[in-house]
């Protein structure tokens, strides 16, 4: 039994990580393929060393390209590589380029896919995710829904065969985050912040940052905050090319360099508030029990608005009162998913 794991980006690293570990424990074979989309020390190998994500067999090198470009020249190395090793089935994660072109060569090659994160709708088809997302989950044949939202938003579309609500790996990966950053992150200590006196801030997705009015009132909306309580940035490397190049840096916000996993859990967990566009960091935020603005205008994690943890940069207020989201599953959803892909596996 021998998945084909394709990876390549800073939030696949993450998610990864504890299924990697529990396919291993499951007894299936696994070759990992870093697609090279993100390729800085910062945005991918720390995330191998920290997380304990084995080398990958293939570095496919391919980043900083437009899209079709960049989806085009992986969907041909990814291709080459199926056919070198002959995998039973395909693993791919969330909803970047890295995933679709992995989720096209396995297809056209008729290798069953496994699609973690599966089901996740913005409705916002601008979004080059969500173009990722849809045309992914249509060649899937495994379904494996973070949420029964997810899972409803597949039905919708026609799809039930394969689906699994399985909860959120990302949970898995902050639990031992969490458990491991405690006592050994310096994050703190080398920004000196104390907890619960500063805020989080996150910005790097292409509809806040290639539109420059957007891109201003982003930043406006950060400094109004900050006023109140100072924020932390750890900039994407677009966002800080972008300040650089426009000399605009938002007053009261702390630009710092992309941090590893742990530190940059660390500094969440101690936070009081996160700002953020990514889909990852709003449940992370959660995870934390950290309140959460998300700076786009729709979320796909709906979960965490309705919970009362989360609120959209157009929302004046967070839901009320505050829950606990059991959707999410209790830090066993890689464990899950390698069940199912063995059962799946063995049934062929
Ligand atoms: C990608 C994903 C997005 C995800 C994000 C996480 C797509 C369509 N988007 O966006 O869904 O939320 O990853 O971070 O796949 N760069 C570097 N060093 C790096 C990585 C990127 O300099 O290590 C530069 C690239 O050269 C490029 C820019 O950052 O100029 C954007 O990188 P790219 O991989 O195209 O997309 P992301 O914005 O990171």
């Known amino acids: 039994m021998h998945v084909f794991t394709v990876i390549g980006a800073r939030p696949q690293f993450i998610k990864a990580a504890p299924v990697s570990r529990a396919l291993a424990q499951a007894g299936l074979k696994e070759t990992l393929v870093h697609t090279g989309q993100h390729f800085d020390a910062m945005m991918s190998d720390v995330f191998f060393d920290e997380l304990g994500i084995p080398a990958p067999t293939y570095n496919l090198e391919v980043n900083s390209l437009g899209h079709g470009a960049m989806t085009g020249r992986m969907l041909e190395k ?6 070198e090793t002959r995998p039973d089935m395909v693993m791919i994660y969330g909803d970047t380029n890295s995933t679709i072109a992995g989720a096209l060569a396995a297809a056209k090659l008729h290798i069953p896919v496994a699609h973690v994160e599966a089901g996740l709708r913005s409705f916002n088809r601008r979004m080059p995710e969500e173009v990722n997302r ?63 006196t500063y805020a989080v801030a996150t910005l790097h997705r292409a509809e806040n940052t290639d539109d420059s009015a957007r891109f201003e009132q982003v930043l406006a909306f950060l400094e109004a905050r900050a006023k109140d309580t100072p924020i932390v940035m750890p900039a994407h490397p677009r966002t800080a090319k972008l300040m650089a190049a426009t000399g605009r840096s938002p007053a009261g ?24 566009d990514s889909g990852g960091l709003q449940k992370e935020a959660y995870f934390h029990r950290v309140p959460c603005v998300t700076l786009r205008d729709e979320t796909e994690w709906v979960e965490t608005l309705e919970a009362g943890w989360n609120r959209l940069w157009t929302q004046d207020a967070f839901a009320s009162p505050r829950r606990d989201i059991p959707d999410y599953g209790t830090g066993d959803a890689s464990v899950r998913i390698a069940t199912i892909l063995r059962d799946h596996l063995a049934q062929r």
């Open 134 to 196: 849809v045309l992914t989950d249509h060649v899937s044949a495994l379904l494996l829904c973070p949420t029964q939202t997810a899972v409803d938003n597949l039905a919708r579309e026609g799809i039930t065969q394969g689906v699994h609500a399985v909860g959120d790996v990302m949970y898995d990966t902050t639990i031992d985050a969490v458990a491991r950053a405690r006592g050994r992150s310096k994050i703190l200590d080398r920004l000196a912040l104390t907890p619960r």
């Open 78 to 83: 990814i291709e080459a590589a199926l056919i």
């Open 253 to 276: 916000v702390t630009l710092i360099d992309p941090l590893g996993y742990l530190d940059m859990a660390w500094l969440l967990h101690n936070a009081s508030a996160a700002f953020t």
